[in-house]
């Protein structure tokens, strides 16, 4: 954290984006389903509990490979603050 507060900020920053996007989707993602009474409420926090940790999983191996392949597309040199710009932006 020291060393390079810029990639701090650059995390932190992106896991706020997560968890506020966390926060709308689930409730929108199961609104339906309840309203309509095709599942019961606590089926479906159940269903979006399950289906939401897959997805911050699967995410995840797939950021790493997707950070890999930016990093050997572009040459960032020396300048580890064009490195962490890019990588974000290519997360948001």
Do not use: Q
Request: hydrophobic share 60%; glycine share 4%.
């Amino acid at each position: 954290m020291v060393a390079n507060p810029f990639l701090f900020i650059a995390v932190m920053l992106t896991l706020g984006v997560i968890l506020v996007n966390g926060w709308t989707d689930a409730p929108n993602a199961i609104a339906t389903c309840v309203v309509t009474r095709c599942m019961s409420p606590r089926a479906a926090i159940l269903m979006a509990a399950v289906f939401n940790f897959l997805g911050v999983f699967v995410m995840t191996l797939i950021n790493a490979t997707v950070a890999e392949t930016i990093t050997k597309m572009v040459d960032f040199g020396s300048n580890p603050d064009l490195a962490i710009i890019s990588l974000s932006a290519a997360f948001d």
